[in-house]
């Protein structure tokens, strides 16, 4: 799709419902926010290529999805020689996952997000189909299906991380996003009212989910107990850390649609204590809960799902206030807590995720797991020609499309600084990455409130309208833009 | 409708030039009461020890075992209650304490901070 036949898309939707915004609207909203005009040039104007370099050197990237693939592209557009592999043993790696909830909403089906791994492998690039098993940064190699040892002058670790449903008793299996060997997690999550967006088989079956919630609740009466419909959020950092509520968002509208939202109970049972960290769009978020009747219990960790009594069990935690500590020169708090159980007919589980055991116990991984590197050059900290992004790499708020597209960028000039010997450049005059995401959080069929921020948690102000308020506008990026943007701008490394 | 189009895309252009150079923009100063040094020598060495290793009997756990990387992000989810929306952090008690301890004044830069407990390591 090029350029005007996206914006004339998104024009004829907008003249659809003249009572919402005019055209002229429309085009102001979309030329005076950047990320939306950014899109638009991206994803269609064409290269933006940094100029070519005769740096030489042998890079293997680890991982072929949204964020390795990507690298390899832009690496491909700006080297002369260059020599690159890719390892990825998931064919389907390159898929567009930030659809997955608009498929378990129901909104799109699931091969509209389904994009096959060799389609994307740039040219000149060396693809080995195959899961690294070993690395040894020591000795500048990895090791392929525990047989075949590659070398290198230059590593990418971008594996992408690990779906632990198996973390919670009752649910099974360790799988990544789109990978179609998801047998083991489907035993259990995927039907009997047990959900998770969180996989691309998982959505397609979650809005199934979905469907089955609103053929009970259209035979609710009135004075009977409501269907309980419960979403989770776990005590570890998360890919697109929107998504469990905006799954949420999606089931109360198609609740409404149906005519049945009475019916239904929505909770959300988050582990922290807050909906976000940017104080502005945690307020937004609470009121958006509020206007749409939903609960929420802060503060509680799902740790055991009984599918046959269909009965969530929760670590609920809270602090009550200790004894006078001397040093601080206060009343301390104890850490508090107790199981607590909840009954559900419709459960949305977002998986605790972790890096994968062979990064994480390698001597590329840390303590916690993700790749330690240089948060603002993407370096690894230990070895100066291994770079990491994507969800494995260690910085906060990192793991969405929208991260890994200012870090690709980010990893590139690095590596070739790096091929060419310049350590400083790296460290100096090279553009930092300067934790920069977005979160289109979908907060009804039509609406999206675009929450963009970085480590200052600040609410970015890169749209002269409030950024907490929910729009129309960012809801056509979000399902028109967002995905040629990536699928064409990002894999092709322009974007 | 083609002339509004070029506008549109010409428009677009123009912004993600200036966006450009948004994203290099310095972060927003801001002054400490106390210098790095000082907030961890009069207030964190009481219960950190002076080697940043840690006090059992405290249950306060060593600061000299990370990165500085590793760090930064550690002292962010402390004073920012956690990064990642809702899936909070493993630092309730040190939350309320660095709450406390900003109303006292040992607030902190949490690069410098970082830096600063990642050399500790180094001299111990």
Request: net charge positive; charged share 25%; hydrophobic share 35%.
């Amino acid at each position: 799709m090029n350029k005007n036949e996206l914006i004339e898309e998104i024009l004829q939707e907008v003249d659809k419902h003249p009572e919402i915004m005019s055209r002229r609207d429309a085009m102001k909203y979309l030329t005076m926010s950047p990320l939306a005009a950014s899109v638009i040039a991206g994803a269609t104007v064409g290269a933006t290529t940094v100029s070519a370099s005769e740096a030489k050197g042998k890079i293997v990237i680890v991982g072929g999805g949204l964020a390795g693939m990507s690298t390899a592209a832009r690496l491909t557009n700006t080297l002369s020689n260059p020599d690159i592999t890719v390892i990825e043993p998931n064919p389907l790696s390159t898929s567009y996952q930030p659809g997955q909830t608009l498929v378990g909403g129901g909104i799109w089906a699931k091969s509209e997000v389904v994009y096959n791994r060799d389609d994307f492998v740039p040219n000149g690039t060396t693809l080995i189909k195959g899961a690294v098993t070993a690395f040894d940064p020591d000795n500048n190699k990895v090791v392929v299906d525990g047989k075949k040892e590659i070398s290198y002058d230059f590593l990418i670790v971008a594996t992408g991380l690990m779906l632990n449903f198996k973390a919670i008793k009752g649910l099974t299996g360790e799988i990544t996003s789109c990978n179609p060997d998801n047998a083991e997690a489907k035993k259990t999550v995927g039907k009997d009212g047990v959900h998770s967006i969180y996989f691309q088989d998982g959505s397609e079956a979650t809005w199934a989910g979905i469907e089955e919630l609103i053929a009970k609740a259209k035979k609710w009466k009135k004075g009977e107990p409501k269907l309980q419909a419960v979403f989770t959020h776990p005590n570890t950092p998360i890919k697109c850390g929107g998504a469990p509520k905006k799954i949420m968002y999606l089931t109360h509208a198609q609740l409404e649609k149906a005519g049945c939202r009475d019916a239904v109970e929505l909770t959300f049972y988050p582990n922290g204590g807050k909906m976000f960290g940017v104080p502005e769009y945690h307020e937004a978020i609470v009121n958006q809960f509020k206007t749409r009747g939903f609960k929420w219990n802060y503060k509680h960790n799902l740790i055991a799902i009984d599918k046959e009594a269909k009965m969530a069990t929760f670590n609920h935690h809270w602090t009550e206030k200790g004894a006078w500590d001397e040093d601080l020169e206060e009343y301390g708090v104890e850490l508090k807590s107790k199981e607590v159980q909840v009954k559900y007919d419709f459960i949305h589980v977002t998986p605790p995720m972790k890096a994968p055991d062979v990064v994480a116990h390698s001597k590329v991984g840390s303590s916690k797991g993700w790749v330690p590197v240089k948060k603002e050059t993407l370096q690894h900290v230990k070895y100066k020609n291994v770079f990491s992004l994507g969800d494995v790499v260690a910085v906060p708020m990192g793991k969405t499309g929208g991260s890994a597209r200012k870090q690709y960028k980010v990893v590139v000039n690095n590596v070739i600084s790096a091929m060419e010997g310049n350590q400083k450049a790296i460290e100096t005059t090279n553009a930092k990455y300067a934790g920069y995401t977005v979160c289109p959080l979908i907060t009804s069929i039509g609406t999206v409130m675009l929450a963009e921020f970085n480590w200052t948690k600040k609410p970015t102000p890169m749209v002269p309208l409030d950024p907490t308020q929910e729009r129309w506008i960012w809801w056509l990026l979000k399902v028109y833009l967002l995905k040629p943007m990536t699928q064409m701008g990002m894999l092709s490394g322009r974007a | 409708m083609i002339k509004q189009i070029s506008t549109l895309a010409l428009a677009s252009l123009a912004f993600v030039a200036l966006t450009g150079c948004n994203e290099q923009k310095a972060p927003e100063v801001k002054t400490y009461k106390y210098t790095t040094v000082e907030v961890y020598e009069k207030s964190c060495i009481k219960c950190h020890g002076v080697h940043g290793q840690g006090n059992p009997a405290k249950h306060t756990p060593a600061l000299n075992d990370r990165t500085a990387g590793e760090m930064a992000e550690d002292l962010f989810d402390v004073k920012n209650g956690g990064t990642n929306q809702s899936s909070g952090t493993e630092h309730d008690i040190m939350e309320h304490n660095m709450q406390k301890l900003v109303e006292k004044g040992y607030d902190y830069d949490i690069n410098s901070m970082a830096e600063y407990l990642s050399n500790l390591s180094k001299k111990k």
